[in-house]
RNA sequence: GGCGACGUAGCCAAGUGGUAAGGCAAGGGUCUGCAAAACCCUCAUUCGCGGGUUCGAAUCCCGCCGUCGCCUCCA
């Protein structure tokens, strides 16, 4: 089976090719460390975790290429609000969003380059850009030629005469054409400043990231990630920058996932309704969040909700069903073991279907659920531990493609362990003795506690919930 | 106004020409002292609405309605 991807570029599914065999370069735009990241980052880092798992799945060595962007307007005006350096600012949220991503399982990537630590191959470009005629430099300034750029507008289906229609660009007068952006920015009292053949001054947003896809990936990508919502004017003005300077075509697929809505409209920090990454994981696990994510297509909207967040926790706890240990039995009949084996072997034709056509997330899950229930069949039907823990050793692992940790130890049961085990002693004797009232009491404590008592036919087990 | 998505059961959500995956919830049953979990059964003759193409459409075409995104910083 081949992979197809859908490249925003062409809008149609392609057959994934890499430029060099065997080996994947990567970009996907990161947060603006501004302020605490909210859930709608989130998703996007896990959804790109997802991909580049499936990639190293499929045999792939995947160089992958996360920035963060640390110098920007609003870093500026936000330390200059909480009266602390910009640069420092940028770092504290940095710090924060990658224990984030570590909470998150989500992959580390290759490199985490940042504006303020390339200024040098920013400056470099720049001044290529200006050598071709494509850039100019006003007063300190240096803005883009986009009428010299003759594929501009190909990613996001815009033509530069309509946005020069647009009522709302704001004209500066300083611009050769309304259109045009900028490379680099005069620096105002007070602002973190560069050096440059321009005076000092700092880059515009849109030219670190050729900048850093030159210098860690080279000229030419396989794959350029983000958020729909960069499409235009982000990545529409990293393609005339990368591809005005080397001429060649700069990344091969363009990927882009949807927003994550809350309440009918997209999250996002200006418009003030989000959950932030850490309000959600002081209340759920991480991997709760993860199936979430992967249970819509990661082209589509999502729309966050705690009825959609219970629903995930629900399925996470059922996919967790399937790793319970097997129950023996002589009267296990002789066809169940094969058949729960081609049942793991049908799942992971399926699972690699659903992935191979756009990493279709959702689809691939169905055939885990599906897994699921024939280990648990199997169980019931008494087949003997080394046959379900082959099965379950399958579902653990394609699991573990999509990132999600299906037998990861429950934070503060280890302790609570001996002394959850002795009431379930003491219980065992009540029951023996048939005192189910406090049998009952116990158990129903321990559930308020939020450690669930199960009665199998092996003796009662216990997990928390 | 321009560009682009999307609209599938009570909820979430796959499926893009051959007769509706999966999860959650709900109801019934098996198991259990009672539960829980698991298992079995039930749960969209139908895919926003109206036309059209076709032997055949949720899937293609046209129109309409609705929701959302981008066009300005944004994952």
């Known amino acids: 089976m081949t992979l197809k991807i859908y490249n925003t570029l062409t809008r149609k599914k392609e057959p994934f090719e890499t430029i060099e065999p065997g080996h994947v370069r990567m970009y996907v735009c990161g947060p603006t460390v501004y302020d605490k990241a909210h859930v709608g980052h989130a998703m996007s880092s896990v959804i ?4 580049r798992r499936y990639l190293e799945y499929k045999g792939y060595k995947v160089s992958h290429v996360m920035n963060y962007t640390d110098v920007e307007d609003k870093i500026i005006a936000r330390a200059r609000e ?6 420092e600012l940028a770092e504290r949220y940095m710090r924060e969003y990658d224990q984030h991503l570590r909470d998150l399982n989500v992959l580390p990537a290759t490199v985490y380059p940042r504006a ?3 200024i040098d191959q920013i400056i470099e470009m720049i001044q290529g850009l200006v050598e071709r005629g494509l850039a100019y430099a006003v007063g300190g300034d240096v803005y883009y030629r986009v009428a010299r750029f003759k594929g501009y507008g190909k990613l996001s289906g815009r ?4 946005m020069r229609a647009g009522a709302r660009l704001q004209v500066d007068e300083r611009k050769e054409d309304p259109a045009d952006f900028a490379l680099w920015k005069a620096a105002k009292p007070g602002e973190p400043a560069w050096d440059s053949p321009w005076g000092p001054g700092r880059p515009g947003w849109h030219i670190e990231c050729s900048a850093m896809n030159l210098r860690y990936l080279g000229d030419q990508i396989d794959i350029h990630g983000g958020g729909n919502d960069l499409i235009f004017p982000h990545h529409e003005n990293e393609i005339a920058q990368t591809e005005g300077l080397t001429g060649k075509p700069f990344a091969r697929y363009w ?6 809505q809350l309440a009918g409209e997209k999250m996002s920090k200006s418009l003030g309704n989000l959950i932030t990454i850490e309000q959600f994981l002081q209340e759920h696990e991480p991997d709760v969040f993860r199936m979430l994510v992967l249970n819509s297509h990661y082209r589509g909207p999502l729309t966050f909700s705690d009825d959609v967040v219970m629903q995930a926790e629900r399925a996470l706890e059922r996919l967790r069903s399937a790793l319970r240990p097997a129950s023996p039995s002589p009267q296990a009949p002789p066809k169940a073991a094969e058949a729960l084996a081609a049942k793991a072997r049908e799942t992971r034709l399926g699972f690699e279907a659903a992935m191979d056509d756009d990493f279709n997330t959702p689809g691939a899950l169905s055939h885990l659920f599906d897994l699921v229930r024939a280990i648990n069949q199997a169980r019931d039907a008494g087949v003997d531990q080394e046959t379900l823990g082959a099965a379950q050793e399958v579902l653990r692992e394609l699991a573990g493609v ?3 940790r299906l037998d990861r130890p429950q934070a503060g049961s280890r302790e609570a362990a001996p002394y959850i085990d002795l009431l379930i002693e003491v219980r065992e004797r009540l029951r023996e003795a048939k005192h189910w009232e406090l049998a009952d009491l116990i158990r129903d404590r321990l559930t308020e506690l939020d450690v669930v008592l199960e009665d199998g036919k092996a003796g009662t087990t216990w997990r928390m919930r």
């Open 402 to 404: 999509l990132g999600l």
């Open 116 to 118: 303020s630590h390339e």
């Open 48 to 51: 790109f975790d997802v991909i």
């Open 82 to 87: 909480l009266g602390e350096e910009p640069l």
């Open 255 to 260: 990927v882009h996932n949807g927003m994550l």
């Open 159 to 162: 033509r530069p005469e309509d």
